[in-house]
């Protein structure tokens, strides 16, 4: 809890450094258990059987202690065969991945979770494998990767580095960064000692898997810097050996008895637990979003996002700029732009959690927002400028097109026309309740010219940055949602908004582009679209037909119009 707390304060602050442990448990072989294998193949090839000892072997029969250079010259004679000859230790088999060994383990992906979220910026590993980048690369980080000293010359500032994993005993795929021996763990390369000395002085340490008895050189690094700006922690199941209790004293580290496994896991819930309490949604958009997407994978608490949804929801039904007016101004196109400002930049989170959801959730959870729109379209109760107003139910809006997009883009065409039908909304001058996704287009509640242009810029980085479609998949998805929208408010006689969908053809001939694309699914489906089978105008397809006509005429109207100013 004490971990939690102060890297929740202190934001790349703290460095992890994880030893054999870590990736033993992974089922990973240790750098001693591969060197002892090849030796025992060197033997092999030597006709040499029962050699007992095969680093005393190998020293007596070549006067000379085991190196990966030397052993792996022995074996294999091009590089290309070396690094193969090495993957066979490192990289899972199907029979590895079957029985789930060479996986990144828990205490992985949990040191993932914290350097996603900001946490944590630096981790050293003295493991030649890479179950670390592969646990970063899981959640969409791609870190800087230290294996070789030449690697830490000209690096650049630590804490402009997003994520760094520092190899300090090198890497596997750079066999001659290898080191192993009791010689080659002596000492480092200047380089590296440079590097291990700034981020010893620098930041808090979190050491697990490590029992700093066969590493003198990275023994020496840490006694060197025995700074306190950071309490340091130092997490083994077993007692620490000779060699560890001395350095937990040097830099009065605390000592936690536990797993790597446990240890991180209940760390990073801890944190996102505190963040919980703390404030009302995470500082970054991207981790809101990355959290949501492991809920509804099945790896998180769903609960958190359900909470996360309903309160994000209450918190923007509740803003002044929706209930405390004043709703009438001295300069009405000021305020407006003030507040749709206001709006926009209140709305992000709930836009990406609920476009996220969309995509990736289900029926249950879409219920943790559908009838939420009902709730962000409630008329206000007062008398006032018309443009006022009606930005007041702008919310409304854009949670329909954030997620009716995501549902069309993720082809879940029961949620789409849910989105397009079930909420409804009162048309202040009639009294009529009528579809939201009808009587609320972005005209009627952004109330500009442009609304509907604007709210395809606010949308875009919800789709381009957060669910990863391309700009030309995320205006194909909103155009044909835009154009199934249209039609349902033609359907329900409101007319025709301006729309922010390209136009094909030419003069008195003009077609919205998503046209052609539902007159394809409708050819290839007739009646058995998905569309027309989850309900959509009834599941009739004459009156789907009828309103998709009368669109394209009145599209065809405004746009000649258009053309001639």
Same mark, same amino acid.
């Given at each position: 809890?004490?971990?939690?707390?102060?890297?929740?304060?202190?934001?790349?602050?703290?460095?992890?450094?994880?030893? @054999?442990? %870590?990736?033993?448990?992974?089922?990973?072989?240790? %750098?001693?258990?591969?060197?002892?294998?090849?030796?025992?193949?060197?033997?092999?090839?030597?006709?040499?059987?029962?050699?007992?000892?095969? +680093?005393?072997?190998?020293?007596?029969?070549?006067?000379?202690?085991?190196?990966?250079?030397?052993?792996?010259?022995?074996?294999?004679?091009?590089?290309?065969?070396?690094?193969?000859?090495? +993957?066979?230790?490192?990289?899972?088999?199907?029979?590895d991945?079957?029985?789930?060994?060479?996986?990144?383990?828990? %205490? +992985?992906?949990?040191?993932?979770?914290?350097?996603?979220?900001?946490?944590?910026r630096?981790?050293?590993?003295?493991?030649?494998?890479?179950?670390?980048?592969?646990?970063?690369?899981?959640?969409?980080?791609?870190?800087?990767?230290?294996?070789?000293?030449?690697?830490?010359v000209?690096l650049?500032?630590?804490? %402009?580095?997003?994520?760094?994993?520092?190899?300090?005993?090198?890497?596997?795929?750079?066999?001659?960064?290898?080191?192993?021996?009791?010689e080659?763990?002596? $000492?480092?390369?200047?380089?590296?000692?440079?590097?291990?000395?700034?981020?010893?002085?620098?930041?808090?340490?979190?050491?697990?898997?490590?029992?700093?008895?066969w590493?003198?050189?990275?023994?020496?690094?840490?006694?060197?810097?025995?700074?306190?700006?950071?309490?340091s922690?130092?997490?083994?199941p077993?007692?620490?050996?000779?060699?560890?209790?001395?350095?937990?004293?040097?830099? &009065?580290?605390?000592?936690?008895?536990?797993d790597?496994?446990?240890?991180?896991?209940?760390?990073?819930?801890? !944190?996102?637990?505190i963040?919980?309490?703390?404030r009302?949604?995470? @500082?970054?958009?991207?981790?809101?979003?990355a959290?949501?997407k492991?809920?509804?994978?099945?790896?998180?608490?769903?609960?958190?996002?359900?909470?996360?949804?309903?309160?994000? !929801?209450?918190?923007?039904?509740?803003?002044?700029?929706?209930?405390?007016?004043?709703?009438?101004? @001295?300069?009405?196109?000021?305020?407006?732009?003030?507040? =749709?400002?206001?709006?926009?930049?209140?709305?992000?989170?709930?836009?990406?959690?609920?476009?996220?959801?969309?995509? /990736?959730?289900?029926?249950?959870?879409?219920r943790?927002?559908?009838?939420?729109? $009902?709730?962000l379209?409630?008329?206000?109760?007062?008398?006032?400028?018309?443009?006022?107003?009606?930005?007041?139910?702008?919310?409304?809006?854009m949670?329909?097109?954030?997620?009716?997009?995501?549902? =069309?883009? @993720?082809?879940?065409?029961?949620?789409?026309?849910?989105? =397009?039908?079930?909420?409804?909304?009162?048309?202040?001058?009639?009294g009529?309740?009528?579809?939201?996704?009808?009587?609320l287009?972005?005209?009627?509640?952004?109330?500009?010219?442009?609304?509907?242009?604007?709210?395809?810029?606010?949308?875009?980085?919800?789709?381009? *940055?957060?669910?990863?479609? &391309?700009?030309?998949?995320?205006i194909?998805a909103?155009?044909r949602? $835009?154009?199934?929208?249209?039609?349902?408010?033609?359907?329900?006689?409101?007319?025709?908004? /301006?729309?922010?969908?390209?136009?094909?053809g030419?003069?008195?001939?003009?077609?919205?582009?998503?046209?052609?694309?539902?007159?394809?699914? =409708?050819d290839?489906?007739?009646?058995?679209h998905?569309?027309?089978?989850?309900?959509?105008l009834?599941?009739?397809?004459?009156?789907?037909?009828?309103?998709? *006509?009368?669109?394209?005429?009145?599209?065809?109207?405004?746009?000649?119009?258009?053309?001639?100013?």
């Amino acid at each position: 809890m004490n971990l939690a707390f102060a890297v929740r304060a202190t934001p790349g602050g703290y460095a992890v450094l994880l030893g @054999a442990g %870590a990736s033993i448990a992974a089922g990973m072989p240790s %750098a001693w258990d591969v060197q002892q294998d090849l030796i025992r193949k060197v033997a092999a090839t030597e006709g040499a059987t029962g050699i007992g000892d095969p +680093h005393a072997w190998y020293q007596q029969r070549f006067d000379r202690m085991a190196t990966y250079d030397d052993l792996l010259a022995r074996l294999a004679g091009t590089p290309i065969e070396r690094q193969a000859l090495l +993957h066979a230790y490192f990289e899972p088999t199907q029979e590895d991945r079957e029985e789930g060994r060479k996986r990144s383990t828990a %205490a +992985h992906q949990a040191i993932a979770r914290l350097v996603a979220a900001g946490h944590v910026r630096i981790v050293l590993t003295t493991n030649f494998d890479r179950l670390m980048e592969t646990a970063l690369r899981e959640v969409g980080i791609e870190p800087t990767v230290v294996a070789d000293p030449a690697d830490a010359v000209g690096l650049a500032p630590l804490h %402009a580095i997003k994520c760094l994993v520092v190899h300090v005993h090198g890497d596997y795929l750079n066999p001659t960064s290898m080191l192993n021996t009791p010689e080659e763990l002596k $000492e480092y390369a200047p380089a590296v000692d440079k590097l291990l000395d700034q981020i010893f002085a620098d930041y808090g340490l979190v050491i697990s898997g490590w029992s700093a008895t066969w590493d003198p050189a990275l023994r020496n690094a840490l006694s060197r810097c025995p700074a306190r700006i950071f309490t340091s922690y130092w997490i083994d199941p077993r007692e620490p050996s000779e060699h560890a209790r001395d350095l937990i004293t040097r830099r &009065s580290a605390a000592y936690v008895q536990a797993d790597a496994d446990t240890f991180f896991g209940r760390v990073a819930d801890a !944190v996102d637990a505190i963040a919980a309490t703390n404030r009302q949604h995470p @500082a970054s958009v991207a981790i809101a979003v990355a959290t949501a997407k492991r809920a509804l994978a099945g790896t998180g608490q769903a609960i958190a996002l359900h909470d996360t949804l309903r309160r994000e !929801v209450s918190r923007m039904a509740a803003l002044p700029v929706r209930t405390a007016g004043p709703w009438h101004v @001295a300069d009405t196109q000021a305020e407006h732009g003030r507040r =749709l400002g206001v709006l926009e930049a209140e709305a992000e989170l709930l836009l990406n959690l609920v476009a996220t959801t969309a995509y /990736w959730g289900n029926n249950e959870t879409d219920r943790w927002w559908m009838r939420e729109i $009902e709730q962000l379209g409630s008329p206000v109760s007062a008398g006032g400028d018309s443009a006022l107003l009606g930005l007041a139910r702008a919310p409304a809006t854009m949670v329909i097109y954030s997620a009716g997009i995501a549902a =069309l883009a @993720a082809e879940r065409w029961d949620t789409l026309v849910r989105v =397009l039908s079930e909420p409804q909304a009162q048309n202040v001058y009639s009294g009529k309740v009528l579809a939201a996704a009808a009587l609320l287009g972005p005209q009627q509640t952004i109330g500009l010219g442009t609304a509907s242009e604007r709210l395809h810029g606010q949308l875009r980085p919800v789709f381009t *940055e957060h669910l990863v479609l &391309s700009d030309s998949a995320y205006i194909d998805a909103w155009e044909r949602f $835009e154009f199934l929208r249209l039609i349902v408010q033609q359907d329900a006689g409101l007319g025709l908004d /301006w729309p922010y969908i390209r136009k094909t053809g030419f003069l008195n001939e003009y077609r919205p582009a998503p046209a052609g694309w539902l007159k394809k699914e =409708l050819d290839q489906h007739g009646d058995l679209h998905p569309l027309l089978q989850n309900g959509f105008l009834a599941g009739n397809p004459r009156r789907f037909l009828a309103a998709k *006509e009368a669109t394209e005429v009145e599209y065809n109207r405004l746009a000649t119009q258009m053309r001639w100013g």
